[in-house]
């Protein structure tokens, strides 16, 4: 098994470097329990920008999928033993106009203005 810090970290790393801006969101999750622990399976819908270069415009990737987790009670706490990944579809898509600049951007870091919120 392997702690998430480590494999959690070298992934959040490679996607600040590869793209601009990202976000992830798992929604819809079922969870069958059994006499081994329990299976759920999570919708995840996942946005990545990736800035232009010399080679590319701006690009917008857009993976939908599942995890399908197997998870297990140690000692009393219920942890994700297997985990797998399936791709139901992709889109890799030129981003060629954007919205008006209205609102405060986000950022990655303490920079972003809900740092500010939660120190008040």
């Not at 219920?78 to 889109?91: G, P, Q």
């Amino acid at each position: 098994l392997v702690p998430i810090e480590d494999f959690a970290l070298p992934v959040v790393e490679r996607l600040r470097k590869r793209y601009s801006s990202t976000q992830h969101r798992l929604s819809n999750t079922k969870i069958d329990f059994n006499d081994n622990g329990a299976i759920a399976e999570s919708y995840i819908l996942a946005y990545h920008v990736q800035p232009a270069d010399e080679d590319s415009p701006e690009r917008l990737w857009t993976f939908s999928g599942r995890y399908i987790d197997y998870f297990e009670d140690r000692d009393g706490q219920w942890r994700i033993a297997k985990r797998f990944l399936r791709a139901d579809w992709t889109r890799i898509e030129t981003i060629d106009e954007k919205m008006p600049n209205k609102f405060i951007a986000g950022s990655r870091d303490e920079s972003d203005p809900i740092y500010g919120q939660i120190a008040n």
